[in-house]
């Protein structure tokens, strides 16, 4: 029965108890969505990152990574892939020879990580034949002569890009509903070449003017780029034998992970292709990477790894990339914190709420008290009340903020236009898919219940301080 | 059989710097059964009495004996269990809990008592049909009158089946009807059940219906008559 006066007592006041109820509701969501879309940025570059850059788990000489001398190899290692393969929760193992290098063309120079794969392999560890940009080509699709792959960060620095609108790339801009104002005036860029982005930003700035070129430079450069593919790039770089070795490669691939970074770093090349000029005999690689069907196994799979290949240094890739890690499991403290903070501004607001309640019914408690209510039981129902606020609004909050990480988990959402570059600098896709662990929703509903029995203390104090026959004498 | 024994109360509020000896050395006893009156002026030190009488407040000097035991002596926690189990509250204001129904606020006393459902229920029906509110025992306290909402307080007063009932003056805000129509139910209550009835007053209707009246002023008996 306590319980049932509690909940009908903090409906007395409607438009009170609105308020503290619709404060959580804002409160709650916002700290919800807000750790939802970090969890969904991290878990997508997590996701990018064991796809394309790091799998599950990578196997190397156990000095290799000392300096990423390719000198340090995993000798015979189709021996060690036939064996890893059986392993029943792996679902591809990649042999790479990785390199430190330099990559030229006659536009430019760049270091680079020159991976020497086995093509097929590949496809079944990382995702960059998914990756490739429209019109850019193919992942060794073609039977040319010393094919190479290259991000599309690297082809701009390498200048083996170029912006050129077609009529065809006009029209797939005529689809962007906001673009409709300036869409007309694109006319008289097609067909237009140009050299650089430098040269089409200018160009729109002349055309569209500051603001606008501004507004739509992002979308109408995307579509208008353009990759010199089969161009030559000369790779340079140290043999095993300690002479600089030199080789050209024909573009034939560009791809685009999201990552910048990578994207700027990593090109590909044929194992067959780079092995002999590297000097590194048949049979030897610098690392073997493996992914496997989910990431829990991670673990389990590098201990049976360890088995099959004993002195070789076996990390899962949060051990290869310990920030992407590290983000993932600082998560649940990030929310802990932001919700600590939220709640703590929000329990003031319901002390608030609740003294005005106590001191309003200070009649009525003195006749509870005087009938024989016990002090334990004052107290449990004042708690109750600030408890049943709270989680009210907080059942709110979290089931608006369950409804739209729904909804946008879905749909996904989308800060290209704005923000693209930069989180693609840091390694992140600037399509976030928001996300949040039922374990998270349960810490949170003990917070609000933790705030609202903490909340309760002081007014419920003052209410069982009350002696019922002052209480009763006193004119409300 | 006397249900309460006063032995020479007396009660000093010295909270501010004038002393108030609101009760001068009262001895009283009660039976069990009576319908008694302590009327008197304001002030006169009636409600200060009844609160002690009620175990609201402590006496400065004296004795209170209920059923034999001395609730002086008693803590705090222990009187709010007494006062549960012994003794029934008729406020003036009517005092009912607002958010609950009439039928809820009689059987909440129960509740604390820890009383089984069946019996609640059955006893809350039993008491509400008494009074006269068999039909209204889903309304709210704001949908009833003064003299329902009073009604219902008496029929909350009785529902721990205590030893008697204090009442601090129950007919205060009612009209003449109203009034008759409390006393006349209280006034059954107290012959049917043999229920102590004690009120504090200074209305001349409730006067007419005690059987017993004690006069008090200045915080002493003035006289004790019994009709």
């Not at chain 1, 020497?116 to 193919?138: A, F, M, P, T, Y």
């Not at chain 1, 190479?148 to 962007?176: C, F, H, N, R």
């Given at each position: ?260 970074t990578f994207d700027g770093l990593n090109l590909f090349v044929r194992i067959s292709d780079i092995g002999p000029v590297a000097n590194l005999p048949a049979g030897q690689v610098n690392q073997l990477a493996i992914l496997l069907s989910s990431v829990e196994h991670d673990d389990l799979v590098a201990g049976q790894v360890k088995e099959i290949m004993p002195g070789m240094d076996v990390q899962t890739w949060d051990e290869i990339m310990p920030e992407a890690g590290m983000y993932a499991s600082a998560m649940d403290f990030y929310l802990f914190i932001f919700m600590v903070i939220i709640l703590l501004a929000l329990g003031f607001g319901i002390v608030n709420t609740m003294l005005m309640s106590v001191l309003e019914r200070i ?114 | ?210 059987r017993r009246v004690i006069t008090i002023e200045d915080g002493k008996v003035l006289s004790d008559i019994t009709k």
């Amino acid at each position: 029965m306590i319980w049932s006066i509690s909940w009908k007592n903090v409906w007395r006041n409607k438009i009170r108890s609105l308020v503290v109820i619709v404060a959580f509701t804002f409160g709650i969501f916002g700290g919800v969505y807000m750790v939802a879309v970090f969890v969904g940025m991290i878990d997508s570059r997590v996701k990018m990152a064991i796809g394309n850059e790091a799998s599950h788990i990578q196997v190397h000489h156990p000095r290799y990574l000392d300096n990423n001398e390719p000198k340090y190899t995993i000798d015979d290692y189709q021996k060690y892939v036939d064996q890893i393969r059986k392993i029943p929760e792996v679902t591809g193992v990649s042999p790479r020879i990785k390199i430190l290098g330099m990559a030229s063309t006659s536009g430019n120079a760049s270091g680079v990580m020159i991976n020497g794969i086995d093509v097929e392999k590949e496809k079944q560890v990382s995702g960059i034949d998914e990756s490739l940009v429209n019109g850019g080509g193919s992942f060794f699709d073609e039977d040319g002569r010393k094919p190479i792959v290259i991000g599309e960060k690297l082809a701009k620095t390498l200048k083996l890009t170029y912006y050129k609108m077609t009529e065809e790339d006009k029209e797939k801009l005529a689809e962007k509903k906001n673009m409709r104002t300036v869409f007309p005036l694109l006319d008289s860029l097609i067909d237009k070449q140009f050299r650089t982005e430098a040269d089409l930003d200018k160009a729109l700035v002349d055309l569209l003017g500051k603001a606008d070129a501004g507004k739509f430079a992002f979308h109408i450069k995307s579509a208008a780029i353009k990759y010199r593919l089969k161009r030559k790039i000369v790779l340079s770089f140290q043999s095993l034998d300690g002479h600089i070795s030199y080789d050209a490669f024909r573009v034939v691939g560009v791809y685009k992970t999201g990552n910048s970074t990578f994207d700027g770093l990593n090109l590909f090349v044929r194992i067959s292709d780079i092995g002999p000029v590297a000097n590194l005999p048949a049979g030897q690689v610098n690392q073997l990477a493996i992914l496997l069907s989910s990431v829990e196994h991670d673990d389990l799979v590098a201990g049976q790894v360890k088995e099959i290949m004993p002195g070789m240094d076996v990390q899962t890739w949060d051990e290869i990339m310990p920030e992407a890690g590290m983000y993932a499991s600082a998560m649940d403290f990030y929310l802990f914190i932001f919700m600590v903070i939220i709640l703590l501004a929000l329990g003031f607001g319901i002390v608030n709420t609740m003294l005005m309640s106590v001191l309003e019914r200070i009649k009525e408690l003195g006749m509870l008290m005087a009938i024989g209510m016990n002090k334990k039981r004052v107290f449990s129902m004042i708690m109750l009340e600030t408890v049943f606020l709270g989680l009210t609004g907080a059942a709110l909050g979290m089931a608006i903020s369950y409804g739209l990480i729904w909804y946008t988990g879905k749909t996904g959402l989308d800060l290209t236009s704005l923000y693209q570059e930069g989180f693609e600098a840091l390694g992140f896709s600037p399509l976030i898919y928001p996300t949040i662990g039922w374990g998270s929703f349960f810490q949170l509903i003990l917070l609000v219940v933790l705030t609202g029995v903490l909340a309760s203390i002081y007014p419920a104090m003052k209410a069982i301080k009350l002696n019922p026959s002052e209480a009763l004498r006193i004119d409300m | 059989m006397k249900v309460i024994e006063i032995e020479k109360l007396e009660k000093i509020y010295d909270e501010s710097e004038v002393k108030v000896h609101a009760v001068r050395g009262i001895d009283l006893s009660f039976e069990q059964g009576e319908f008694a009156a302590i009327v008197g002026p304001s002030g006169s030190g009636k409600t200060t009495l009844l609160n002690m009488l009620g175990g609201l407040d402590n006496p400065t000097t004296g004795k209170i004996t209920i059923g034999g035991i001395d609730i002086s002596s008693l803590k705090s926690s222990e009187l709010i269990n007494f006062r549960l189990s012994n003794i029934g509250f008729v406020f003036q204001a009517y005092n009912l809990i607002p958010v609950l129904t009439a039928k809820e606020n009689v059987e909440f006393i129960m509740h604390l008592q820890g009383k089984p459902k069946t019996e609640r229920d059955a006893r809350t029906k039993e008491l509400l049909e008494s009074v006269g509110l068999g039909d209204r025992l889903d309304s709210r306290p704001s949908k009833l009158s003064g003299g329902q909402q009073q009604r219902v307080a008496v029929a909350r007063a009785l529902a721990s089946k205590p030893k008697f009932v204090l009442a601090d003056e129950p007919t205060a805000n009612l009209d003449t009807e109203a009034t008759e129509n409390l006393l006349d139910i209280m006034e059954r209550l107290n012959q049917e059940e043999n229920i102590t009835f004690i009120f504090a007053t200074h209305d001349a209707r409730v006067m007419k219906k005690a059987r017993r009246v004690i006069t008090i002023e200045d915080g002493k008996v003035l006289s004790d008559i019994t009709k």
